[in-house]
């Protein structure tokens, strides 16, 4: 993406956050070729600490693309952040409201501009003790069905190593490694066109949810746990294994961004 046509307001957030980025963290980036170099697309990470978001950003930055979060409005309360978060085309919405519906009008113009919308399926920061995803809220699945654009998985690790929501504590004074990857587009073909009830929307969202839990497992070099009991699935994933990222880089061998 080239500077001049970041605009002023998102060359100043650039130039805040990116030599904080790159100082106090250590990065190993992988499967940023999955990401679409044009066209709006839809990015669901995991979420465990407050941290993250800067990574996602960092991230989808040194694509070539920018990155337009939806987040609670809350957010754009607090001085100086929100006048940044409007200024850089920030997506907020306001939990179980009519303006909710605002939101999503917002996020189908974002993807019509050829944007890239993210959003955490969780909605929160995940709850669970080894913090492994949650189950998701169905907004990303719904925005999927209704614009027909692709849902790129996302996982991230070690965020938690600079701010653990478990226990508040914030760490300074070193690098911190850190790692991101992101796989291939969820396949979500089988429910194109299919009206958006309650279970197209449920079994859409453990679809990408699922996608996303692999990609961090094989981050931590972990087995992962299920994601949650479903009852009634009504389709059943891969039994293939879990995706695989192919070729990783790190930020001493091609220099990041």
Do not use: C
Not at 161 to 182: F, Y
């Amino acid at each position: 993406m080239a500077g001049r046509k970041l605009g002023f307001w998102r060359r100043l957030a650039v130039w805040l956050v990116l030599p904080a980025m790159t100082l106090w963290t250590k990065r190993t980036w992988t499967g940023m070729a999955h990401l679409p170099a044009r066209g709006g697309f839809i990015v669901t990470p995991n979420h465990m600490s407050q941290f993250d978001p800067l990574l996602v950003a960092h991230f989808i930055y040194a694509s070539g693309r920018w990155p337009r979060f939806l987040a609670k409005a809350s957010i754009w309360r607090v001085p100086f952040v929100g006048f940044m978060l409007r200024k850089t085309q920030q997506i907020p919405v306001e939990r179980g409201s009519v303006e909710a519906v605002k939101s999503l009008d917002s996020l189908i113009e974002a993807l019509h501009q050829d944007g890239v919308v993210v959003i955490y399926p969780e909605g929160t920061t995940t709850r669970e003790p080894d913090l492994w995803p949650m189950r998701g809220k169905t907004g990303a699945a719904r925005l999927a069905l209704v614009t027909g654009a692709p849902v790129v998985p996302m996982a991230t690790w070690g965020a938690h190593q600079v701010h653990d929501v478990r226990t508040g504590k914030i760490a300074l004074g070193r690098r911190v490694p850190v790692r991101v990857a992101v796989g291939p587009p969820v396949d979500l073909s089988r429910w194109q066109g299919s009206a958006p009830t309650r279970a197209i929307l449920e079994q859409m969202t453990e679809a990408i949810q699922l996608a996303t839990r692999d990609l961090l497992a094989e981050l931590r070099g972990e087995q992962p746990p299920p994601l949650y009991e479903v009852a009634r699935r009504g389709w059943q994933p891969a039994e293939d294994g879990m995706s695989k990222l192919g070729e990783g880089h790190d930020d001493t061998r091609d220099g990041g961004a």
